[in-house]
T-cell receptor, first 113, second 114 residues
Framework: GESVGLHLPTLSVQEGDNSIINCAYS??????FIWYKQESGKGPQFIID?????DKRQGQRVTVLLNKTVKHLSLQIAATQPGDSAVYFC????????????FGTGTKLQVIP | DGGITQSPKYLFRKEGQNVTLSCEQN?????MYWYRQDPGQGLRLIYY???????QKGDIAEGYSVSREKKESFPLTVTSAQKNPTAFYLC?????????????FGPGTRLTVL
């Protein structure tokens, strides 16, 4: 938990601004993508997901964009709040058989009050 | 209150000792997973189980063992054969079958080998 954020790329944003966190995934056959939020010392929490037949999905204050051409995923957080400070990582899922999920290394988001 | 619990939160072990990490879920999920998390790295899969009395090795199973005698429980034993056991261990569960099943994570156990 406490050391999860070490050596990760860090994004610092002012409170109230929008945040964009990017992720490159590896397998062009992956068909389901998830963004997780992990606060220090805690387990990851699901934020939002998207299937490969979509290119955009919106939740409450969050939007996920999927660009399959360049294998890129992004998470947009609107009006970033101090409680959004955490490590965010994407995961890709290749369906079939068991739930084979591959997790990215993560980005640390720091919100400046 | 449904969820996944892991215990203990912090665990210290001497070199050469085996230690067992607990994971319990009351979500009625068939599938359970163990991951290891190291600083600056993504989660790596140790073992997974899709159904009671069955489990499969993940990407880094060497030095670990599991059992799945009950649907609710999936304990992980870190054996003395694991060369670098100090890490943050996460347990997760999900529904099985279908294509898109969200994994729910426990709070984690931080293991430190002294």
């Amino acid at each position: 938990g406490e050391s999860v954020g070490l050596h990760l790329p860090t994004l610092s944003v002012q409170e109230g601004d929008n945040s964009i966190i990017n992720c490159a995934y590896s397998n062009s056959a992956s068909d389901y993508f998830i963004w997780y939020k992990q606060e220090s010392g805690k387990g990851p929490q699901f934020i939002i997901d998207i299937r490969s037949n979509m290119d955009k999905r919106q939740g409450q204050r969050v939007t996920v964009l999927l660009n399959k051409t360049v294998k890129h995923l992004s998470l947009q957080i609107a009006a970033t709040q101090p409680g959004d400070s955490a490590v965010y990582f994407c995961a890709e899922n290749l369906s079939g058989g068991y739930q084979k999920v591959t997790f990215g290394t993560g980005t640390k988001l720091q919100v400046i009050p | 209150d449904g969820g996944i619990t892991q215990s203990p939160k912090y665990l210290f072990r001497k070199e050469g000792q085996n230690v067992t990490l607990s994971c319990e879920q009351n979500l009625n999920h068939d599938a359970m997973y163990w991951y290891r998390q190291d600083p600056g790295q993504g989660l790596r899969l140790i073992y997974y189980s899709q159904i009671v009395n069955d489990f499969q090795k993940g990407d880094i199973a060497e030095g670990y063992s599991v059992s799945r005698e009950k649907k609710e429980s999936f304990p992980l034993t870190v054996t003395s054969a694991q060369k670098n056991p100090t890490a943050f261990y996460l347990c997760a569960s999900s529904s099985a079958g279908g294509s898109y099943n969200e994994q729910f994570f426990g709070p984690g156990t931080r293991l430190t080998v002294l």
